[in-house]
């Protein structure tokens, strides 16, 4: 480890099950800055077996370990990717691992990883399993970027929410008086990537503009919002756990003459309402909505939610200087940056945890 370094690199690799999205962070003086950036795409195979193991199947203790070291195959090469950027040693690589189950109701969450094998790969101090401390302290260890987005985001004096729109959305509040609240919405991409993969082959409606062309179903829209998830009060997190092809399936039961691309609509509307109806049901007096993640390149979905708000501004988090799909990323390099602080890295506030944590656990150089 560096004792003196500012330089953290952050690696995500989130629902969406695309790769990973890499940054190079310099926190020198309390500063957020990015140096460099990356991204990872999967294997096809690494791809699939991890989409296998959200569930139940023959032999996952072997191959969710055999899966972990390919993950970090693919991690260290992103640490490779982004090292040229740096400009001096880097302190730590903080990694957050593939979520393949997350049950803080059952007492667990995990983030298959093998950050000893990234730590030989990389010759860095490598810090991961970030969740399970929240929730070993009553948590849901979930989410965990409002606490980085008030860092990086907050403004005193002025109500901001951040909606992070990755495979599951999730909001944080910034109310401009330090007070942060936030919590999973429920689907962000993953419904809508499902669909559009089963039908059109595509890994994404590209700007939402299949479901732009498509009309929303109001039946199928009213079963999909008939889920105990949306009315249930916060704190609370979800996933694939919840929401998978199974879960829709079910609902599109007895709507099956509904054209694909009305399907399509019905599910960016889905995605638009929970996500507006989350914001509105905080209560604040919201200047505008920054969106990070993937679905900040949803132009239709961008729309639908700003209208679903009432003319609220919407857009997306480069406008207050970072760009979307590197906002995750950045918020794990924080993290790491917080632990090698000592200092905590989760909101009880938001998660429900006991108190304040330091999260995560070093793998050293
Ligand atoms: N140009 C685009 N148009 C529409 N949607 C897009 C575009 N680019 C990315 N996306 C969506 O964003 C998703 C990836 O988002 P992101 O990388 O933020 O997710 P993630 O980090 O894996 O998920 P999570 O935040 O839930 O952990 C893609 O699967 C796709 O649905
Ligand atoms: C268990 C888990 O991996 N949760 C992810 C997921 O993706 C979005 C949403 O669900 C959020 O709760 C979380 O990720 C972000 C980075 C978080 O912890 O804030």
Same mark, same amino acid.
């Given at each position: 480890m560096s004792e003196t370094s500012s330089l953290y690199i952050g690696l995500m690799s989130g629902t969406s099950l695309d790769g990973v999205d890499g940054v190079l962070a310099d926190f020198a003086g309390g500063a957020i800055?990015?140096?460099?950036?990356?991204?990872?795409?999967?294997?096809?195979?690494?791809?699939?077996?991890?989409?296998?193991?959200?569930? !139940? /199947?023959?032999?996952?203790?072997?191959?969710? !370990?055999?899966?972990?070291n390919g993950l970090a195959l693919c991690y260290a090469e992103c640490v490779r990717q982004l090292l040229p950027s740096s400009d001096g040693p880097v302190a730590a690589v903080a990694v957050h691992g593939q979520t393949i189950r997350h049950r803080p109701e059952l007492g667990f969450t995990r983030q298959t990883n093998n950050p000893a094998l990234l730590a030989e790969l990389t010759g860095l101090d490598v810090i991961a399993d970030f969740r399970s401390r929240d929730i070993a302290a009553g948590g849901q260890g979930a989410p965990l970027v409002p606490a980085f987005?008030?860092?990086?985001?907050?403004?005193?004096?002025?109500?901001?929410?951040?909606?992070?729109?990755?495979?599951?959305?999730?909001? /944080?509040?910034?109310?401009?008086?330090?007070?942060?609240?936030?919590?999973?919405t429920g689907p962000g991409n993953v419904l809508m990537d499902l669909w559009i993969g089963r039908h059109l082959g595509k890994p994404y409606d590209e700007d939402g503009a299949w479901g732009a062309s498509g009309r929303v179903h109001q039946p199928l829209l009213d079963a999909l919002l008939d889920e105990a998830y949306f009315r249930q009060p916060a704190p609370k997190s979800t996933g694939r756990d919840l929401f998978h092809d199974a879960w829709l399936d079910a609902k599109l039961k007895g709507?099956?003459?509904?054209?694909? /691309?009305?399907?399509? !609509?019905?599910?960016?509307?889905?995605?638009?309402?929970?996500?507006?109806? !989350?914001?509105?049901?905080?209560?604040?007096?919201?200047?505008?909505?920054?969106?990070?993640?993937g679905g900040a390149c949803n132009g239709t979905l961008l729309r639908e939610i700003g209208a679903a708000l009432g003319g609220v501004r919407v857009e997306s988090t480069a406008a207050l200087g970072i760009a979307p799909n590197r906002v995750e990323a950045l918020a794990f390099a924080w993290l790491g940056y917080r632990f090698m602080q000592r200092q905590p890295g989760n909101l009880p506030a938001v998660t429900g945890a006991r108190g304040a944590r330091i999260l995560g656990a070093l793998y050293p150089a």
């Open positions: 800055r990015t140096v460099g950036a990356a991204f990872t795409p999967f294997p096809a195979e690494l791809r699939r077996e991890l989409m296998a193991l959200q569930g !139940a /199947s023959e032999n996952e203790l072997e191959r969710e !370990a055999l899966a972990a987005h008030e860092a990086a985001f907050g403004k005193p004096g002025t109500a901001r929410v951040v909606v992070n729109i990755g495979g599951i959305g999730n909001i /944080s509040v910034l109310r401009g008086d330090g007070r942060v609240t936030g919590f999973d709507f099956e003459d509904a054209a694909p /691309s009305d399907v399509m !609509a019905t599910l960016t509307r889905l995605t638009a309402v929970t996500i507006a109806d !989350a914001i509105r049901n905080e209560d604040a007096q919201v200047d505008a909505v920054y969106v990070c993640g």
